[in-house]
C-alpha cells in the first residue's frame, strides 16, 4: 500500500541558509511518526512546507499519492492536512466554539444563497456544525469552556483548543507541532491518550513535533530525526536512541536552546 | 507627428521634470526614513510638507509688509526661510509622533496608520483655521522676488529661471547633508540600529524614543523645506496642496524601495520626469484627446503597479518582513 | 436602592423603560412640531431614537416603537420641516454606506480608502442612463434616453451588481498585498475613478466632466393614484422627500438583514478569523482570496445600490461627491462606531452626518446671525470674527478629531462589536 505522505528530497533555503535538505519522509496510515531535532533543526520549515505555507526549492511533496506543491494552504487543508502552531495561534478574540466552527470552514456545505436567504439547509447545517463543535470540545475537555474568549484560557486549554481546531476540519493526517509544550508530565500524558483513542477510533494519522521525549518515545511508531536540516537517522524509537549520531546530536554538541533558526524568526 | 515640436521642448521638460523630480525626493525622504524605522506609512506627513511652505508664505508676507524684501539679498531671505520652514516642520512631526503615534506603538499596523490619516485631515483644517483667523484668506500667494524670477538663456531654446536653478541646488545639497547624517555619523549610526531591531538597539544604550523622535525631525525638516521650495517654484499654495504632491511622494519612495534613502531620491527623480513627460506630450500624442489631467491618473497608476508587481521598488525595500 | 442607581433604573428596567422612552419620545416629536425651526430639537428627537436603543424596554415593545417613530413620527416632523426628512435621508445613505465599508474595514480587516468609488461607479450608472447623457455617445440621432422611470428599480439590482463587480475587480490585484499597501492602493484606486469622473468628457463623452450629469430620472410614482384613490393630493414636490426616505429606510432594513446574517455564519467567523491572523485562518481552511474577495463584494454592492439612489434622490451628480474626503467620512463613522459592530456603523453615520449637516452649518448660521447683529462677546465684536471663518466648511477637522481620539482613547468604538452573538448552549 501506498504511504499517505510522501516527503521526497525536500530542499528548503532562506538566503544563505539551508534550512531542509533533500529530507525525505513517509508516513503510513493509521500511524503516529515523530519528528524529533535540536532547535534550529528544521522541523517546523518542514510542517510549513506541507502545509503550503511556502514552496520548497526542490523536492515532492505528495498526500495519497497526489502532489500537493503549488496547492494554498487552505486547499491542502480541505485534502484532509490539518495542523496546530508552535506558538499558539488560536483566533485570540473569538470564543472557543467559534475558533472550533472557523476550522471547519471547509467542510460547510454552504453558499452565499444559503446564508442570506436562511433557507431549511442552513439552519440544518448550521446546526449540525455547533453540535460538532460541542462535542469535539467534550473530545479535548473544554466543555464548559465554550464560550470563553479563546485569550482567557489558561495555557495548557489554548493549546487542546488547537488541536480540537485541526480536528474540526475532519482531517486524515494531523500536524501536531510541540503540542505538549509547556504542559505539565500529567497533561501530556492526558492528550497523548487522547491522540490514541483519535487514532483507534477515527483513523487518523498524526506527524508530530515533540521535545519531551518521554512523550516521543511512548506514542510514536516511528521516529525521524532532524539535525540542521538534514535527516540523520530514522526508525523505531528504541532503534533511534541508541543512534550514535542522535546522542551526538542531542548531548555531544549540547545546543538545546541555542541557535534558533528560520523556523523562528 | 510633428518630431521638431516634441523634441523642441524637451530640455524643458526635463528641467521641469527634474524640479518635480527633486521636490518628490525631498517629501519622499520624510515617509521612507519613518517607514524605515517604523514600518509605519506617515500619512501626515504631506500636511507636514504643507506647514512648511505656509510658514515661508508667512514669513515672506511680513517683510514684504515691512518693505524688506526688497532690501535684502534673496538668497539670506531664502536661507532664512528654510531654516524657519524646516525648523516649524521638523517641531510638528516630532510632536505629532509623540502625541498621537507614539502611543500606539505595537498596535496592529494599521491603528497608528488611521491615526496618522486622522491627524492629516486635522491639520489640513487647522492651517485653514489659523489662516482664516489670521489673514481672512487660506489661499496664499508666494511674493515674488523678482531677484529669482530672472530668467537667463543657456542655448536659443532653452532659458531657466534663477527660482529653478535654486530649487535644484537647494534639494542636492539637503540631500547629500541627510545621506551624510545618516551613514557618517554615530547619530545616523544609532537611526539605523533602530530601524533593524529596537529592541536590541536599546539593549546597546541606544535611546529608542529619541532616536525616532530624531527620525521625525529630520524627515520633518525635510518636508518643510521642500514645503518652502514648493511656494517658491508654483506661487500657489491653500491648507489642502499637500494631499496630491503627498500621495506622489510616498509613490516615489515605494517607487525606489521604501525604507531607503537613495532610494527615495531615484523614486523622486524618476516619477517627476515620467509625469512631467507624460503631463507634456501626452497630449500632443493623442491628439488631444487626452490631455494633462490624466498626469495624476498616470502617477496613481504607477503607483497601484508597483505596489501590485514590485512592492520592493527599483532599488529594493530595506524594511525586513517580520512575521 | 440607592439614589444614584435610580436614574439608571428609569431606563434599564422594562416597565419604567418603556414609560420614561415613550415620554421622551412623545416630548421631542412635540418641541419638534412646536419649533419647527429649532436643531436642538430635532437633535432630542434623534437622541430619544438612541435613547430607545440602549433602553431596557422589552424587545417587542421596542421594534413596535422603532417602527412608530422611524415609519410614523420622522415623515410627519420631515413634511413639518423638509430641512429634516433631508437629513435623515442622508443619515440613511451613510449608515448604508458604513455598513459596507464595516464589513470590508471592520470584520474582515481590510482597510479600503477608495470606498467611494464604488458609490461612485453606482451614482453614475444610474445617471449616465437616467438622463439624455447615454444619447452622446450611444445614439446621437434616436434620442432613447433618459430610461423610463420604471427601469430605476432594474437598475437598484444594477447597482449591487456594478458595485460587486467593480469590488472584485479592484480586489483580484490588490488582496495580496500588506495591509498598508492595500491601504494606499484603494485610496489610489478611488482617486483614478474620480479623476476619470472629472475626464471623461473626451474623447467620448461619457461623464460629462466636471459640469456633471443633470437631469437624472426619479422613481417613478406608481402609488400615486392609489393616493387619489384614498383622496390624498399630494403634489411629487411634497411626495419625493418622503419617498426616498422610506425606499432609503427600506434598502438600509435589507442591508442591516443581509450584514446580521452574513455575520452570524460560517462567512462572518471567517471574516473574523482573516481579521484575527490570516495565516492560521487559511492554515485552518479558509481560502484567503474568495473571502477577502466576497468582502470587497459586499461591502461595495451596499455602495453601488445607495449611488443609484444618491443620483436619483439629487438629479443632479458630478464628481465632486465622490472624493477621497467622502471615503475618509464613511471611515470615521465606523471608527467611531466601533469597528465590526453593526449598531455601531448605524450610530456612527448618524453621529457623523448630523454634526456636518446640522451641527457645523447650525453653527455657521448662528454666528453669521450674531455677526450681522454686531454682538459683542467678552469685548470681542463679532463683526471683526473673519468672514472666511466658517465653522460649516470644517468637516476635514471634524473627521480627523475622530479617528485620532478614538484609536487612541477608545479604539473599540462607541458601541463595541457586541462578541459571541451566539453563544453555545451546554447540555
Excluded at chain 2, 547629500?176 to 539593549?203: C, F, M, P, Y
Excluded at chain 3, 478569523?273 to 463584494?297: H, N, S, T, Y
Aim: aromatic share 10%; glycine share 10%; net charge positive.
Amino acid at each position: 500500500m501506498a504511504a499517505l505522505l510522501e516527503v521526497r528530497r525536500v530542499t528548503k533555503r532562506f538566503g544563505g541558509l539551508t534550512a531542509l535538505s533533500r529530507v525525505e519522509l513517509e508516513l503510513e496510515e493509521g500511524r503516529i511518526a515523530s519528528i524529533i531535532g535540536p532547535n534550529g533543526a528544521g522541523k517546523t520549515t518542514l510542517f510549513n512546507i506541507l502545509t503550503g505555507i511556502y514552496p520548497p526549492e526542490a523536492g515532492t511533496v505528495s498526500f495519497r499519492g497526489r502532489s500537493v506543491l503549488g496547492l494554498t494552504p487552505d486547499q491542502i487543508t480541505a485534502l484532509g492536512v490539518c495542523r496546530t502552531f508552535q506558538n499558539i495561534r488560536l483566533f485570540a478574540n473569538m470564543t472557543a466554539v467559534e475558533n472550533i466552527l472557523v476550522g471547519m470552514h471547509s467542510r460547510v456545505p454552504l453558499g452565499l444563497w444559503h446564508v442570506l436567504s436562511r433557507d431549511p439547509k442552513f439552519h440544518r447545517e448550521e446546526s449540525r456544525l455547533w453540535d460538532r463543535a460541542a462535542e469535539l470540545l467534550d473530545v479535548v475537555g473544554l466543555r464548559g469552556k465554550a464560550n470563553e474568549l479563546a485569550r482567557n484560557l489558561p495555557y495548557g486549554d489554548q493549546r487542546r483548543l488547537e488541536v480540537a481546531r485541526a480536528l474540526a476540519s475532519a482531517p486524515t493526517l494531523l500536524l501536531l507541532d510541540e503540542p505538549t509544550a509547556g504542559m505539565t508530565q500529567g497533561e501530556a500524558r492526558g492528550l497523548m491518550a487522547l491522540l490514541r483513542r483519535l487514532i483507534a477510533e477515527h483513523g487518523l494519522t498524526i506527524l508530530l513535533i515533540e521535545h519531551n521525549m518521554r512523550v516521543v518515545m511512548e506514542v510514536s511508531d516511528r521516529v525521524t530525526v532532524l539535525d540542521y536540516g538534514e535527516k540523520i537517522a530514522e526508525g523505531h524509537p528504541t532503534e533511534v536512541q541508541k543512534n550514535p549520531r542522535v546522542v551526538e546530536a542531542y548531548l555531544g554538541r549540547k545546543k538545546w536552546g541555542q541557535a534558533p533558526g528560520p523556523e523562528h524568526a | 507627428m510633428d518630431l521638431p515640436l516634441l523634441l523642441g521642448i524637451l530640455p524643458e521638460v526635463i528641467l521641469d521634470g527634474l524640479i518635480l523630480g527633486f521636490m518628490y525626493a525631498l517629501i519622499a525622504l520624510g515617509y521612507t526614513m519613518v517607514y524605515g524605522v517604523l514600518e509605519f506609512i506617515n500619512f501626515a506627513h504631506s500636511e507636514i510638507f504643507v506647514v512648511g511652505a505656509f510658514v515661508g508664505v508667512e514669513i515672506l508676507l511680513a517683510l514684504k509688509a515691512r518693505e524688506w524684501l526688497d532690501v535684502l539679498s534673496p538668497f539670506l531671505v531664502l536661507l532664512l526661510l528654510l531654516a524657519a520652514g524646516m525648523a516649524v516642520s521638523g517641531l510638528l512631526a516630532v510632536t505629532v509622533e509623540r502625541v498621537a503615534y507614539r502611543p500606539l506603538r505595537g498596535k496592529p499596523r494599521l491603528i497608528p496608520f488611521i491615526s496618522a490619516i486622522g491627524v492629516s485631515f486635522f491639520l489640513q483644517d487647522a492651517i485653514r483655521l489659523f489662516e482664516s483667523l489670521w489673514r481672512n484668506a487660506f489661499n496664499l500667494v508666494y511674493p515674488a522676488m523678482d531677484q529669482l524670477n530672472r530668467r537667463f538663456t543657456l542655448t536659443e531654446t532653452i532659458d531657466v529661471s534663477v527660482k529653478s536653478l535654486v530649487v535644484i541646488l537647494a534639494a542636492l545639497v539637503m540631500l547629500w547633508t541627510l545621506h551624510l547624517l545618516v551613514n557618517r555619523t554615530k547619530l545616523g549610526k544609532a537611526i539605523r540600529a533602530v530601524a533593524e531591531d529596537q529592541a536590541t538597539a536599546s539593549l546597546m544604550g541606544i535611546n529608542v524614543n529619541r532616536m525616532i523622535s530624531l527620525t521625525f525631525l529630520i524627515g520633518g525638516a525635510m518636508g518643510g523645506a521642500a514645503g518652502v521650495l514648493f511656494g517658491i517654484q508654483y506661487s500657489l499654495i491653500n491648507p489642502y496642496t499637500g494631499f496630491v504632491p503627498g500621495i506622489k511622494a510616498f509613490t516615489a519612495a515605494v517607487l525606489g524601495g521604501i525604507g531607503n534613502i537613495p532610494g527615495a531620491m531615484v523614486g523622486g527623480l524618476v516619477l517627476g520626469l515620467l509625469e512631467t513627460f507624460a503631463a507634456s506630450y501626452f497630449s500632443l500624442l493623442t491628439h488631444g484627446a487626452f490631455g494633462s489631467e490624466y498626469k495624476d491618473i498616470f502617477a496613481f497608476s504607477v503607483l497601484i503597479l508597483i505596489l501590485i508587481f514590485r512592492p520592493k521598488g527599483l532599488l529594493g525595500e530595506v524594511v525586513r518582513e517580520r512575521t | 436602592m440607592s439614589a444614584r442607581a435610580f436614574p439608571a433604573t428609569l431606563i434599564q428596567r422594562p416597565v419604567p423603560a418603556a414609560i420614561t422612552v415613550m415620554a421622551v419620545i412623545a416630548l421631542s416629536s412635540y418641541s419638534v412640531a412646536h419649533f419647527p425651526r429649532s436643531i436642538v430639537a430635532f437633535m432630542l428627537f434623534q437622541a430619544s431614537i438612541l435613547l430607545l436603543y440602549f433602553s431596557g424596554v422589552t424587545p417587542w415593545l421596542k421594534a413596535i416603537l422603532a417602527v412608530l417613530t422611524l415609519g410614523l413620527l420622522m415623515p410627519i416632523l420631515g413634511t413639518i420641516n423638509g430641512f429634516y426628512l433631508e437629513v435623515a435621508i442622508q443619515v440613511g445613505i451613510f449608515v448604508a454606506l458604513a455598513l459596507g465599508l464595516n464589513i470590508v474595514v471592520g470584520l474582515a480587516g481590510l482597510l479600503d480608502l477608495g470606498y467611494v468609488a464604488f458609490y461612485a461607479v453606482g451614482a453614475y450608472t444610474w445617471a449616465i442612463f437616467g438622463s439624455p447623457q447615454a444619447n452622446r455617445f450611444i445614439s446621437e440621432t434616436t434620442a432613447q434616453f433618459p430610461l423610463p422611470p420604471e427601469w430605476f428599480f432594474v437598475f437598484l439590482l444594477l447597482g449591487v451588481l456594478t458595485g460587486a463587480m467593480t469590488g472584485i475587480l479592484l480586489g483580484i490585484p490588490v488582496l495580496r498585498l500588506r495591509g498598508d499597501y492595500l491601504a494606499i492602493v484603494t485610496l489610489g484606486f478611488g482617486e483614478v475613478i474620480r479623476v476619470l469622473a472629472n475626464n471623461l468628457d473626451k474623447p467620448i463623452n461619457l461623464t460629462n466632466g466636471p459640469k456633471g450629469i443633470t437631469p437624472i430620472q426619479r422613481p417613478p410614482l406608481f402609488f400615486r393614484p392609489v393616493l387619489n384613490l384614498m383622496g390624498i393630493e399630494a403634489s411629487p414636490v411634497t411626495l419625493y422627500p418622503l419617498y426616498f426616505y422610506f425606499l432609503v429606510l427600506f434598502i438600509v432594513g435589507v442591508v442591516i438583514l443581509v450584514n446580521r446574517r452574513l455575520e452570524n455564519s460560517h462567512i462572518g467567523r471567517a471574516w473574523e478569523a482573516i481579521r484575527e491572523d490570516e495565516v492560521a485562518a487559511q492554515a485552518m481552511g479558509v481560502p484567503l482570496v474568495r473571502m477577502k474577495l466576497l468582502a470587497f463584494a459586499c461591502g461595495a454592492s451596499f455602495a453601488g445600490v445607495m449611488g443609484i439612489v444618491f443620483s436619483a434622490k439629487q438629479v443632479f451628480i458630478n464628481p465632486e461627491s465622490f472624493t477621497f474626503l467622502e471615503s475618509i467620512g464613511v471611515l470615521s463613522m465606523v471608527i467611531l462606531g466601533g469597528m465590526g459592530s453593526i449598531p455601531g456603523a448605524i450610530l456612527g453615520a448618524s453621529v457623523v452626518t448630523i454634526l456636518n449637516l446640522q451641527v457645523l452649518k447650525g453653527l455657521s448660521l448662528w454666528l453669521n446671525e450674531l455677526r450681522n447683529a454686531g454682538v459683542t462677546i467678552l469685548g470681542y465684536n463679532l463683526a471683526d470674527l473673519p468672514s472666511q471663518f466658517e465653522p460649516a466648511k470644517y468637516e476635514r477637522m471634524i473627521f480627523g478629531i475622530i479617528l485620532v481620539l478614538m484609536v487612541i482613547l477608545r479604539p473599540q468604538g462607541i458601541i463595541p462589536s457586541r462578541r459571541r452573538t451566539r453563544e453555545l448552549r451546554e447540555k
